[in-house]
């Protein structure tokens, strides 16, 4: 989709859902790093949002258009959800919660690539 | 006598679990969203059936998350539901795609969602299973 951005978003989702489940294996409820790591992934996701939306809104045609947006707005409520979900009883296994939102994230993200690139060919 | 209360699926473990079924819920309603408010008419037995699939997630996810006998036997008829359905999708799809379009959740069981949704029910059905004794 946008190049760049598209391969930080993935290292950044492996990176999210490794810690998670390294703190798991530890034995550690998330803390600060979660929440800080959570938060530079989803500022790439909500920036690689915008990006998107505004060149749909302003001239490139998608075949599948809504499939697109709704993608789009899938990749960026996840994470917060997640963490909120994980933080919310602190036990170790928030910490899988936190890599489960991350892989489910890269996963919309991949799908958005194959609708962007049946687009812009 | 004390009572003796079945452990909260919601807890623990349990809420990897219920992760996994909101992400389930949230792409099968969404894709079946898309698909039946767009191409309706194309396949609507397999649309229809994306639907439903979406909403025994979102019924299941709900069942997994709250607490008490109430949502512990949503959780258990939609987890069952769930495995039968991608059992008797998965099979149909497998040996007659003539009527069947890969299209769904359940489709050729689960392969499109890396046989996930094959496996979540299996263990959605232990969990419930070691979560119902008081531990």
Redesign the interface.
């Given at each position: 989709m946008i190049g760049v951005l598209e391969i930080v978003a993935y290292v950044a989702a492996a990176a999210v859902a490794l810690y998670g489940l390294f703190t798991t294996v530890r034995n550690r409820p998330p803390d600060r790093t979660h929440r800080i790591a959570v938060g530079v992934f989803e500022a790439v996701l909500v920036l690689q949002a915008v990006i998107a939306a505004v060149r749909v809104f302003t001239g490139i045609q998608l075949p599948e258009q809504s499939t697109f947006l709704i993608y789009l707005l899938v990749s960026v409520c996840v994470m917060p959800i997640a963490l909120q979900f994980a933080t919310a009883e602190p036990t170790r296994w928030g910490g899988t919660v936190i890599a489960v939102g991350a892989i489910g994230t890269g996963v919309a993200v991949w799908r958005l690539h194959d609708l962007w690139a049946a687009g812009s060919g | 006598m004390t009572e003796r209360e079945p452990r909260a699926t919601a807890?623990?473990?349990g809420?990897?679990l219920?992760?996994?079924y909101?992400?389930f819920a949230?792409?099968a309603t969404?894709?079946a969203?898309?698909q039946i408010?767009?191409r309706f008419s194309e396949a609507p037995v397999a649309y229809l059936l994306s639907g439903l699939a979406g909403v025994v997630y979102i019924l299941a996810t709900i069942g997994l998350a709250g607490r008490g006998p109430g949502y512990r036997r949503l959780a258990w008829a939609a987890v069952t539901f769930e495995l039968i359905g991608v059992l008797v999708i998965g099979t149909l799809t497998v040996f007659d795609t003539g009527d069947f379009p890969d299209d769904t959740v359940w489709s050729v069981y689960g392969r499109g969602y890396g046989f996930i949704p094959l496996v979540l029910p299996f263990v959605g059905l232990w969990w419930l299973r070691r979560t119902s004794h008081p531990g």
């Open positions: - | 807890s623990g473990p809420r990897v219920i992760a996994v909101a992400i949230l792409s969404a894709r969203g898309v408010a767009a």
